[in-house]
């Protein structure tokens, strides 16, 4: 322990301007990370990449103080036990590289609404990350002599894992197309963790046998297969690409727990077409239906379909849809059909109304006043309101964790007859949070602009916004069988 810790204020003293680079760009990185604007998003920090840049310099300076490479180093006559060797360099990254990191996150966390103290396991995760992160460098300052010879390897090291990654990635599309196929185990998850192990095994062998030549052999076989094995663990799923587009795989179609929810037919007197939605010129029909069974704020439709239905009963022609809320508790299905297409059903038609919907919980509310302070919502996280000249800007942020894929949010006017029409989102991750895909921050910045516009605010400035969080937990399917109707009843007119 006395030999390492004297290997390890050595090291200090001689690689004093990495250090001071790597704690000046860990100070610049936390006060970036921690401004949230409208126009400089957390997310696109210009000094991340140096930072790694540093970490990488310091890791070969203090590496190559002692080289493992040859027989007529100073230190072997020493002798330097290898142990402490090896500790006395994992004591530095730790102290000098990890221990910036931490005072870092904690930093941004702090700026961004979050205390510190309830996250300190999954900040100690983190520093996991960045040990597995580092076991790459590590290993190719190892077996290098100096560190021209450990830049000029990592440049082409890199180089080489873009060309690779390249083709592993135009591989992988030709054999499986935009999604790779779901299904559990999903296996390649734990892929950058083993990639980091075996760096840190060679890394181990080459501090206790220094064998060069096997190591760098092996060392370079490692680097071919990172690429093919970064892809297939980052590339996304079946399940991920759709979720982009609301299609939820869990619990599912038609979940037993949400059989109360219905949807029927609402004839009721002709009335004007709610806001947006075209006149008759454009060949717009309107179909009122009532949903029951769920509060309608926390359902959503995913898709509509309107049927027509021929003598058989199988639908002659279908027309994709909008469910449009109206002021009298009715949704209209909307669709757009030509005037030929009209005309050419006859009065008593058959109609068959398909719509799936989502259903949402409500996760919390609150008063979003413009230019404020952070405000939580449990298990959506940090929400702040700014404005400039053009309208209102919305900062999401989440503390150590991506958004999830079923958060969604409204966002309207405080004042009850001046509701903005509902804001909706949704944030998925396909690419799974590793030591080779490293956050720079711990928090998660998601920036919205212009929702809402000041050119058509008729409220005072500073009035407070209604913040509304929702997660998704479930999707049902509802067909509604339309009796003989005359479509020309229902269509709507401005």
């Known amino acids: 322990m006395r030999q390492a810790l004297h290997i390890f204020r050595k ?47 310091a890791i070969g300076a203090a590496v190559h103080g002692e080289s493992l490479i040859g027989d007529r180093q100073f230190w072997l006559t020493r002798p330097y036990s290898w142990k402490s060797l090896l500790a006395a360099k994992v004591v530095f990254v730790g102290v000098f590289l990890g221990l910036p990191v931490f005072l870092s996150d904690c930093t941004i966390l702090l700026a961004s609404g979050f205390n510190p103290a309830p996250l300190i396991p999954d900040l100690l995760l983190r520093q996991c990350w960045l040990a597995a992160l580092l076991a790459l460098p590590f290993v190719v300052a190892a077996i290098t002599r100096a560190t021209r010879d450990f830049a000029l390897a990592g440049l082409v090291a890199y180089a080489l894992f873009l060309v690779a990654g390249l083709l592993a990635l135009h591989l992988i599309i030709y054999a499986h197309g935009p999604a790779l196929p779901s299904g559990p185990p999903r296996i390649f998850e734990a892929t950058p963790w083993l990639v980091s192990v075996a760096a840190l095994c060679l890394a181990i062998w080459q501090f206790a046998r220094r064998r060069t030549a096997p190591v760098r052999v092996l060392a370079i076989v490692l680097g071919a297969a990172m690429p093919v094995l970064t892809m297939l663990a980052i590339y996304p799923r079946e399940e991920s690409s759709l979720s982009m587009v609301w299609i939820p795989l869990a619990p599912g179609w038609n979940d037993p727990g949400y059989s109360s929810i219905a949807v029927q037919f609402a004839p009721g007197p002709a009335q004007p077409a709610p806001d947006g939605i075209p006149g008759p ?159 720079m921050s711990p928090v998660y910045s998601r920036v919205y602009s212009h929702v809402y516009s000041r050119g058509l605010d008729v409220r005072p400035d500073r009035q407070p916004r209604i913040f509304t969080a929702r997660r998704r937990i479930a999707a049902v399917h509802r067909e509604v069988k339309l009796p003989p109707i005359r479509l020309a009843d229902y269509e709507l007119e401005q």
């Open 11 to 57: 090291d200090a003293r001689h690689c004093w301007p990495y250090i001071a680079g790597v704690l000046a760009l860990a100070a610049v990185n936390a006060w970036l990370e921690s401004r949230a604007t409208p126009n400089s998003p957390a997310s696109a920090n210009p000094v991340s990449l140096l930072e790694a840049l540093a970490w990488c310099l």
């Open 281 to 439: 010129a454009t060949g717009s029909i309107g179909i009122p239906v009532r949903v029951s069974g769920w509060p309608r704020e926390l359902l959503t439709c995913q898709r509509a379909t309107v049927s027509v239905l021929g003598r058989r009963g199988d639908a002659v022609v279908s027309y994709g849809s909008d469910l449009i809320a109206s002021s009298d508790g009715r949704d209209w299905v909307v669709f757009r059909g030509d005037e030929m297409a009209r005309q050419a059903w006859p009065d008593g038609t058959k109609v068959m109304v398909s719509i799936d919907l989502l259903v949402c919980e409500r996760q919390g509310s609150v008063n979003l006043l413009p230019g404020g302070g952070w405000s939580r919502i449990p298990h959506f996280g940090n929400v702040r309101l700014l404005e400039d000249a053009q309208g209102g800007h919305l900062i999401w942020r989440t503390a150590l964790s991506p958004p999830d894929a079923g958060l969604t949010y409204t966002f309207s006017d405080a004042a009850p007859k001046a509701v903005d029409s509902a804001k909706w989102t949704e944030e998925s991750n396909s690419v799974q949070v590793s030591p080779l895909t490293f956050p």
